[in-house]
């Protein structure tokens, strides 16, 4: 069947998909990675027959038989951005993608990218979310979701669709735009079994609840999705939205990988659906490094080896990958005249251990002056003054070079124009 052909059924492929995913995290690992190391074996064969692939294959000195497990395609090269974006460019254009689905990344990292999906691809990333929604304990087929509008929502303007009718797959959306009051009134109205919005979306509102004393129905689950979310970030959300966090990890581009329940201190992967893997920057397996993930449902126009931006901790436990911490963006860093760097990570400890700060995020305007934008909480025990030596004094204890602070205090600080909000911003 064409493209034009799958787009009409794509609703049934879904529904014929999800049934056929892990709808619970395994004790036993050993079937779900029996099935990932088929669905390996036979992606590198699929991709060998693509150009774009078989020079990278032929380039790395790898034959499709050399790949037989996840680890493997680490034998292959890293597939960066600025790649993806060359390749999926030159193609989207072209007459026989005319049919297919071209989604655009946020841009977050500085360019926007856009990655082409056939329908019959599509139908199994919408299907492997709401697989997400099953293993968290969401019954989608009683349940009722809330979310944020994007520019590939269908039915946005919150008309009940066939289904919806019935009480099957019920969903509202909400303005991410609107007022803070506006949208608490909205998902009080609703009362939506699980919400899912961007982070710093979801941190105005929940901020200014937190700041008013008003009260937000508590979703069973709700997901801050597409940004790194903090130890002091959790505890905001669970002091206002309840205990329900989940964390689901992934990008546009690949879907979501893995997920991060309630009471858990690590990720699991969707090990049928995906390979997540951490490198070193030789592109070897590591314990802590750079994340990179294989979609192993998205065959047509493979991505092997997605290198997503982020650096993550990874522990393997009877040759299954876990997750035990995602460090955040590798290009949030603060810059030193000779070149050397301080990550985000590093100065983590430093905000993570003082409850008093609520959101936080650093503007480098200079190679000695960072200007840093700041939200307090009402019932701080410190004052803005004894906060600002706090981290004048801890923060040049960590950075390699002292630099001088400027404070913005602010209620709440403004997300960036694709609806994120960067810690790091680096102006050098």
Known sequence: MDAAGEKKWMNLYLFSDLPKMAHRIPKDFTHVMKLQNERVQALARRAYEIPFYKERFDRAGVSPEDIRTGDDLTKLPVLTKDELRTWMGGLKDQPQYKDWICDTTSGSTGKPVSVLFSPREKAYMKANWYRVMLVAGYNPLTGKTMSRINAHDENAGGRDTFLQRFGVFRHRFVNQYASEQEIIDAINAYRPDWLYMNKTEMMRFVLYAHRTGKKVWHPKFYDAISEKVTENDRKLFKEVLGPGIIDSYGTAETGAAMIRLPDKDYYVV????????VVDDAGKLC?????????????????????????????VKGGVHFITEVEGRLNDYFRYEDGRVTSFFEVTPVIAHCADILQIRFIQKSYDLIHVQIVRDEKARMTEKELETYLETNLNQIFKKPFRFEFEWMKVIPPDKNGKLRMIVCEV
């Open 270 to 277: 969707h090990n049928d659906s995906f390979v997540v893997n």
């Open 287 to 315: 314990q802590r490094g750079r994340v990179v993930i294989t979609p192993l449902y998205k065959t047509d126009l493979p991505l092997i080896n997605y290198e997503v931006g982020d650096r993550a901790v990874m522990k």
